[in-house]
């Protein structure tokens, strides 16, 4: 096939749109160089009616929104999934690995659960607390900037505790609590447990004149029109784009490879077009990979060439290892003092108001690293689903179960916004054996060969679920709620849900100072070649208990004003 | 307008006159779209996204008679009430016979179902259940509606019935009549400022001033944040 070259050599290639991308590409932008940004997906843009979900109503999809199109319901804002048509990936040895990917511009910004937590000191320093793992070479201090200017730029509501890692920053105002929150608050309190004022990226007030105010819908996960919630596209790459800086933005352009030339240097990536499923080239004085952690480390492990015929950087063999997700465990209840509730509207924002961080030593616990308790609830807007069993709890709350006929609608009325639920997102340890690599047999629909992945939980990830799930009972003994299902024992890894379900995936080209055992150095640059760096979430050394885009916007950004600095310098 | 009225009513007039025709001589009549929901396809979708459900819409999976027994099911299960209509009102039959193509494990269940209730009701009264009197119809239902109390020889009812009561109540509860019905206000533009005094006052709760007095000033939403050094909100 021949491959279609483009004419224009760009300053910067960024590969991916998402928190890594977008932010590296507003930066490099804005400093005055010529940057391109490849994604693998379409545009997206919420403000198009074309594109929008938020604001519809169940009966606007013909499956009322059911999840078996999309991996989250068809109005959530991802164009992927844990699984994908033409884009596999292979497990190794039995083991369990679910990879979600979406292709779209902003990529997975788009739904996540704007859930904005910086890291701690304590959580770059694992290894010296419990000598498990390894440090990062770089500390609190060094992100620290970065993280006050990602707070000011994006916005993220919150409040000071001067807790010791879970640090202050520039915090909106935090919204009300809701009534299952203020069960949730008194449960957690009688339990000795800390509540606090969530921290999302959810504009509750406003930080510039581009963006809107939050109008309380819950429905970031559906992507705001109104750009009052955090998403790569809507907040970084679409103004940088408006501001009239040189950003130049290819769709549907799945990158096979990064190009090398005689001299181990990086010229720029090859990649297929989806449309016309043609291979094409752009030539670049810098590579910047921003994939997402296992794109990035397949993209490197398939551009080998004589000089780097182990992948691209990866004289280390390091690409690719210590893959790590967070723990994630759940639990549901039902609260009997909420039943027949008077309605109004509490959709609130996209998320919970409430939440509670990590509070316990774990020299006193049977298991290391610690996990933060999320909650949910409420009256939600009904969806595909509703109403299944609706009459199941009259058994244990009295009342006939099954039958037919208006009592029905008494049922579902009773019940309805009393049911909440506890989730527990714990930090894993890295290990060396959980990994991607490249499956030797198998290609994609665009015959790229796939990631093959290897991934054990251990018993610290198990132990921790089982410990979600002990303090899932005691907050809601404390709020007088009763759970609902049975509590997973032993034999059902205590919940634990399968590596890749929480979508933190990390670790793959993990940052270092020893080129021996680790991939880029502290500012996300391949040991091996200078002009190529990596800025998802692949360079993390460890996950703490923390959702990874705050750390990911904030070392995107420390990174591309490293390579400002170094090009001014003219060492890349 | 009684139980079989409206049915019949929504079988030749609204639902589907396409249905009517397609069910008859499904190989020569391309079907015909007429319910509301079918014209919407304004929902964000991809291409891709789009072409399926382009698709599903121009097959037919229940015949006529099949859809004459869900809907009397449907209406058995929610009838109309005073304030709110039946579950054939909200669109639940035409919303049942898309999931059937959009999920084609409910398809065997489905249609075996009817032909378990049709043999039900053809033994005990020679009649197929959708042309049963109410209280013939009843008899059968009376028997599967109630989990943990059916007869062991009806079991495969029971199962039958459960299913088509959860898709019934999704159906409706997920229409614009089922979400007046349940309540729900939400899904527009508004401003959140806390639960209101009577509810809390109901559950004998109170937020607590401190927490509160750091939660936003919904009046200066509007005001660009600016903060100190120290990260003190200063707008």
């Given at each position: 096939m021949q491959i279609i070259e483009s004419p224009e050599t760009f300053d910067v290639i960024v590969v991916g749109s998402g928190a890594g991308g977008g932010m590296t590409s507003k930066i490099l932008a804005e400093s005055g160089l010529n940057v391109a940004v490849v994604e693998a997906g379409p545009m997206f843009d919420p403000k198009n009616d074309e594109h929008r979900t938020q604001l519809r109503w169940p009966w606007e999809s013909p499956r009322r929104g059911a999840s078996n199109v999309r991996a989250f319901g068809d109005f959530d804002s991802a164009y992927g999934g844990w699984e994908i048509d033409g884009e596999p990936y292979t497990r190794k040895d039995n083991t369990e690995f679910d990879w979600f990917r979406s292709r779209m511009l902003g990529g997975r910004t788009n739904h996540w659960g704007r859930i904005s937590l910086r890291f701690g000191p304590k959580d770059f320093k694992r290894k010296d607390i419990d000598g498990l793992g390894d440090n990062w070479p770089i500390g609190y201090e060094d992100v620290a900037p970065y993280y006050d200017k990602v707070d000011k730029l994006i916005g993220v509501f919150g409040t000071k505790e001067n807790f010791d890692n879970e640090p202050n920053g520039y915090f909106l105002p935090p919204p009300k609590p809701r009534l299952h929150e203020l069960y949730f608050i008194q449960g957690a309190k009688k339990a000795k447990i800390p509540a606090i004022p969530s921290r999302l990226s959810i504009l509750t007030k406003r930080i510039n004149n581009e963006r809107g105010v939050c109008f309380y819908c819950r429905q970031c996960s559906r992507a705001c029109m109104a750009y009052a919630d955090f998403s790569a596209g809507t907040c970084l790459i679409l103004p940088t784009q408006r501001s009239g800086h040189s950003l130049k933005v290819f769709t549907n352009a799945m990158v096979r490879e990064v190009l090398t030339n005689d001299q181990g240097r990086a010229t720029g990536v090859s990649y297929i077009n989806r449309e016309d499923r043609k291979e094409y080239s752009i030539k670049g004085k810098i590579v910047v990979l921003a994939a997402s952690a296992c794109s990035s480390a397949r993209i490197l492990l398939n551009s080998k060439s004589s000089l780097f015929s182990n992948g691209l950087g990866n004289g280390s063999g390091m690409i690719g290892r210590y893959v790590h997700d967070s723990t994630g465990a759940s639990r549901s209840a039902i609260v009997p003092a909420m039943f027949n509730r008077k309605t109004y509207n509490e959709d609130g924002v996209g998320g919970m108001h409430v939440y509670t961080p990590w509070w316990l030593d774990n020299k006193k616990l049977d298991f290391p690293r610690g996990y933060h308790l999320e909650v949910w609830g409420g009256m939600g807007m009904p969806s595909?689903?509703?109403?299944?069993?609706?009459?199941?709890?009259n058994e244990k709350f009295g009342g006939t179960v099954g039958g037919y006929g208006s009592k029905l609608r008494e049922d579902v009325k009773k019940y309805y916004g009393s049911v909440m639920g506890i989730s527990g997102r714990g930090e894993s340890v890295p290990q060396y054996d959980n990994y991607c690599e490249i499956d030797p047999e198998v290609v994609d629909e665009y015959g790229i060969p796939v990631l093959r992945f290897h991934y054990k939980w251990t018993d610290y990830e198990r132990q921790q679920a089982k410990h979600m799930h002990e303090t899932f009972e005691q907050i809601f003994e404390g709020m007088g709620a009763e759970p609902l299902g049975d509590k997973p024992g032993k034999d059902k890894d205590y919940g634990l849900l399968a590596p890749g379900r929480i979508i933190h995936e990390v670790g793959t080209t993990r940052m270092g100072d020893d080129a021996s055992k680790s991939v880029v150095n502290k500012f996300q640059q391949l040991h091996e070649v200078n002009n190529v760096f990596v800025t998802d979430g692949g360079p993390f050394v460890s996950q703490a208990d923390k959702n990874p885009t705050w750390t990911i916007l904030a070392l995107a950004w420390r990174t591309s004003e490293y390579i400002i600095d170094e090009l001014k310098k003219q060492n890349i | 307008m009684d139980r079989r009225e409206s049915l019949k009513s929504l079988l030749v007039g609204s639902v589907a006159g396409g249905l009517v025709l397609n069910g008859c001589a499904p190989a020569e009549q391309p079907p015909q779209e007429t319910d509301s929901a079918a014209q919407s396809t304004g929902y964000g979708r991809t291409p891709e996204e789009k072409e399926r459900d382009e698709k599903l819409r121009s097959q037919q999976y229940f015949n006529h008679e099949e859809l004459t027994t869900l809907a009397v099911l449907c209406d058995i299960i929610l009838p109309a009430e005073a304030d709110f209509g039946s579950a054939t009102d909200a669109g639940v039959p035409e919303f049942i016979e898309f999931m059937a193509k959009d999920m084609p494990n409910h398809q065997l269940p489905l249609r075996g179902g009817i032909m378990w209730l049709n043999n039900q009701t053809n033994e005990r009264f020679n009649l197929d259940f959708s042309k049963c009197s109410d209280d013939q119809q009843l008899a059968v239902i009376d028997e599967i509606a109630y989990p943990g109390k059916t007869p062991e020889h009806l079991k495969h009812g029971e199962k039958f019935f459960s299913l088509m009561r959860n898709l019934t109540l999704t159906g409706y509860y997920t229409s614009e009549i089922g979400i007046k019905d349940l309540g729900y206000v939400g899904n527009q533009p508004n401003v959140w400022d806390g639960i209101p005094q009577e509810v809390l006052d109901e559950h004998n709760l109170s937020y607590d001033p401190e927490w509160i007095a750091r939660c936003v000033d919904q009046e200066k939403r509007n005001d660009i944040a600016e903060w100190d050094e120290e990260g003190n909100l200063l707008t």
């Open positions: 595909y689903g509703f109403g299944f069993n609706a009459s199941d709890l | -």
